[in-house]
Each structure stands twice: as structure tokens, then as C-alpha cells.
């Protein structure tokens, strides 16, 4: 059985940036997934804003970490290469008890120790964002906020902390645990075995579940959002929350890094880890969206998606070692938990007050990609490789090459190709790639293409070859 000084349950971007980090130190790591794949959950399902930091409240962990993970953000994903804009966002009033609101969030904001909040005008929204609904009053302006690409800052923590010694583990879901001999033995349902001198657990939807075969007693709630995605338009430049209320954030409408935009999530209270996009999501989402913009282009719409987060009941993050002191829960990491993962992973990391490791490498270079090169850049990745000359996803142009990549860096299906280069995402949803995409996954992986999986999770793309 291999044992590890650190083992970390859950391969969403909080369980990745906490193994990249460890990866700093003089220390073994591993980290198990019940997936064949890392960001099978949340983390690849949410609205990939970086918060500012002005809506949790002061004194929080959800504050502290929200604030100082966006002051963070830029760098982490410049080290990482991996997508960051800078757009600032707005929160927008409309109504006067709205307005007032907005003086509350600026107060909370000024004392978390975010930079630059300020309450403008309507006039002065309207020329940051001219499609405002009429009914938008003003406005709070967060100039800290941006977005980034969330799947890919999980899949390149995963490959930086692989690139620096940590050991992934996949098709591992924990079902049992005991300790022995000063080690906590974990037992996957799949017939495996692995020992730690201190789990960490951040296994999301599961924490939960996890923590109390630890022996914390700890329980999670679920909240489902769903959201609509629309093709590339210059509809708006950056993320537009509504006045939050008991429920969260409101629905937003937010730029994506690619150029396309989305509206949502709604907030569902759910008893589960998944949950089905509801029929009434669509006219639910589309009225609410009316009430922070005007003209929105319905007929855009190319996709949707759900997301579950899991929640502690005291409304906070639930970051620390257990009584006994091998066990680390670091769980109910809903919203802002994205804009707060290197802080979080930082913070855990050093926690332990381990010896530096000489050699770490923060750096790691993503896929050479065809959409956005110029002509000249296009000419040379041909050049290096006929591959590149053969583009597959001709919506986000996507070429055979980049997906041969992806395989390389642990792509084992049709999601985890879509997911890491975009493939399947522009206006026709795969209808013309996607079979391409089956083909190449199987020559590369060696396997019949009826034995191709569709998502991390399972699910053959094909009932039988030729089918």
C-alpha cells in the first residue's frame, strides 16, 4: 500500500491549488478523485467571475481569503498561463431600497479592505455598460473584479503539481477509512487502498460525507444554479450582479474570457450533487436577466449548464484540522471559493510549517492554440506540426494537434477535451466535431470508440462501433 505525509480527497481547483502548494515542500502528496478526471465538479460548472470581495461578511474566512485570493489572481494565472482580464464589475440597483443597499455592501466592502469601490450614477453605468435595463438606478463599481477560465486554471494546477512531484489518483472514490499505526488508511469503493499521515479533505459535494468517516461531524448543504450561455457578441464587458438578497448574488450577466457571454445561475436548494436543467430555467432566467439589461439577444442562446455548490450551515468556509488532528477539512467552499483558492492553498499549505523544497517550479505553459494566433503564429505551429492544419472545432478553432495535447496531458474523454480547449462549445455544441473528437481520443488512447466516455464521470458516447 503507498503511503503519503499528504493525501487530498477531491480534484476540484480548491484540492488541485492545495496539492500544487504542498508541492513546495519537503513533502510527499497525493490526491484521489472519484473521476477520471480532475474538475468534474463544481469547479467546472460556475460563472468564472473573480470576485472583488465587497459582499462577505467582514471577519469572515469567505472575506478574508475572497480578498486576498483576487489580489492574487493575476499572477497565479500568469505563472500558470492561463486566461485573466481585469474588467471590474457592477452591482446594480433598481429600486431605493436597492440604493441604500448598495451604501451597505460599500460599507462592507471598504472594511474587508477592498480597493477602489465607489456607488456611480446610472449616467456613469450607461457608459460602461450602455445595454442596462432602464430600470438600473446606479450602481456599484468594483474596478478589482475579472473573469478568468476556471477549468483551465484546475487542469493546469493539476499539471504543475504532477510537473513537481504530486501523485494523482483517479477512479478513487473514498467509501471507508481507519486509522493505523499513526496513518489514516483510506478505502476507495473501487478496491483500493492508501495511507496518510494527514488527509486533507476538500472533496466538495462530498465533504461532507468524507469528514464524517473522518469523524467530524460535519454536514453540507446543496444549492443548484443553472445558467444560459450565448454566442460571441460584445453584449456587455463585464460581470453585472444584481442587489444580493437571501439567496446569494442574484443572476448575473458576465463575459466569458472566449468572447461569448452568460446569464445565471438561479439558486435551487437541492438534496444531491447534480441536478437536471428545469424546463421553467429558461423563461426564470431570461426575466430575471430583464431586470440589470435590455435588448438581450434570446435568440443568441447556444447553450446551457447546471452547477451544484456545496454549503456549510454557518454560512462560511469550513477551513482546519479536525480534534484529532489528521484530518484537514478544507469544504463548503460555495461562492467565491473560485477567487479564493490560491489564498486558501497558500494559507493550508503553510500551515503545516514544512521545510522549503529547493526546485519548485510555479511555472506551467498551456496548449499552443490556433484560435487567436495570428496569421504568421498560425503558419509557424503548422510548420511544427501538420496536426495543426487539420482543425477539428472550426466554431472555437480547435486543430487535431491541440487535441493530441490534451490527451498527452490527461484528457480521457469527450468533456475533458471540451473542457480544456473549448471543443464543442461554439454555436453548433459539437454537432460537427464531436465525432472527430471520439476518433482521435480513440487512437490515442488505444481503445475501440465505443469505449470513449462522454463525461469524467462515465457514459459511453456510442451504444456499439458504427453506431
Not at 185 to 191: C, K, N
Not at 258 to 280: H, I, L, N, Q
Not at 440 to 449: F, H, K, S, Y
Amino acid at each position: 500500500m503507498d503511503c503519503y505525509d499528504f493525501c487530498i480527497v477531491g480534484g476540484g481547483v480548491i484540492g488541485c491549488a492545495v496539492a500544487r502548494e504542498l508541492t513546495r515542500y519537503k513533502a510527499s502528496v497525493a490526491l484521489v478523485e472519484s473521476a477520471c478526471d480532475v474538475c468534474a465538479g463544481a469547479s467546472g460548472a460556475n460563472s468564472a467571475v473573480v470576485h472583488s470581495g465587497y459582499d462577505p461578511v467582514p471577519g469572515t474566512l469567505m472575506s478574508k481569503y475572497n480578498v486576498l485570493g483576487s489580489s492574487m489572481f493575476r499572477s497565479y494565472c500568469a505563472a500558470l498561463d492561463v486566461p485573466y482580464k481585469l474588467t471590474g464589475s457592477l452591482t446594480v440597483a433598481t429600486c431605493a431600497e436597492e440604493v441604500t443597499a448598495l451604501s451597505r455592501l460599500l460599507s462592507r466592502g471598504v472594511g474587508n479592505g477592498v480597493a477602489g469601490l465607489e456607488i456611480i450614477s446610472r449616467r456613469e453605468a450607461l457608459e460602461l455598460e450602455p445595454n442596462l435595463s432602464d430600470k438600473v438606478l446606479a450602481a456599484l463599481y468594483a474596478p478589482t473584479a475579472a473573469i478568468t477560465d476556471p477549468m483551465e486554471l484546475t487542469f493546469a494546477l493539476r499539471e504543475n503539481a504532477e510537473a513537481n512531484g504530486a501523485c494523482f489518483r483517479f477512479g478513487f472514490t473514498v467509501c471507508a477509512a481507519r486509522r493505523e499505526d499513526g496513518r489514516v488508511i483510506l478505502r476507495s469503493e473501487e478496491g483500493g487502498e492508501l495511507a496518510a499521515k494527514t488527509v486533507i479533505n476538500c472533496a466538495g459535494s462530498g465533504g461532507g460525507d468524507v469528514a464524517r468517516m473522518l469523524g467530524s461531524l460535519v454536514y453540507l448543504t446543496h444549492r443548484g444554479g443553472e445558467y444560459l450561455v450565448f454566442d460571441k457578441l460584445p453584449f456587455v464587458r463585464r460581470p453585472i450582479f444584481q442587489t444580493p438578497g437571501p439567496m446569494g448574488k442574484g443572476v448575473l450577466v458576465a463575459p466569458t474570457v472566449y468572447g461569448k457571454f452568460m446569464v445565471g445561475p438561479t439558486a435551487v436548494d437541492c438534496v444531491s450533487s447534480s441536478m437536471p436543467f428545469r424546463s421553467e430555467a429558461f423563461g426564470e432566467l431570461l426575466s430575471a436577466a430583464a431586470k440589470s439589461v435590455r435588448g438581450l439577444p434570446a435568440g443568441k442562446r447556444i447553450a446551457k449548464f447546471t452547477g451544484v455548490r456545496a454549503l456549510s450551515q454557518t454560512g462560511d468556509f469550513i477551513i482546519g484540522p479536525s480534534r484529532r488532528g489528521d484530518v484537514y477539512n478544507v469544504i463548503g467552499i460555495g461562492s467565491p471559493g473560485l477567487t479564493a483558492a490560491p489564498a486558501i492553498a497558500s494559507a493550508v499549505a503553510r500551515s503545516f510549517a514544512l521545510e522549503r523544497r529547493p526546485g519548485f517550479s510555479p511555472s506551467r505553459r498551456g496548449i499552443k492554440r490556433m484560435a487567436g494566433a495570428s496569421h504568421a503564429e498560425r503558419a509557424a505551429l503548422v510548420a511544427s506540426d501538420g496536426r495543426y492544419g487539420n482543425i477539428v472545432c472550426r466554431c472555437e478553432t480547435v486543430s487535431e494537434a491541440e487535441i493530441v495535447e490534451a490527451v498527452r496531458r490527461g484528457a480521457r474523454t469527450v468533456d475533458g477535451v471540451k473542457k480544456r480547449l473549448g471543443v464543442g462549445m461554439g454555436r453548433c455544441q459539437g454537432g460537427f466535431c464531436e465525432s472527430r473528437v471520439v476518433g482521435i481520443l480513440a487512437r490515442e488512447l488505444g481503445i475501440p470508440v465505443s469505449r470513449v466516455e462522454k463525461t469524467a464521470r462515465g457514459g459511453f458516447v456510442l451504444a456499439k462501433e458504427g453506431v
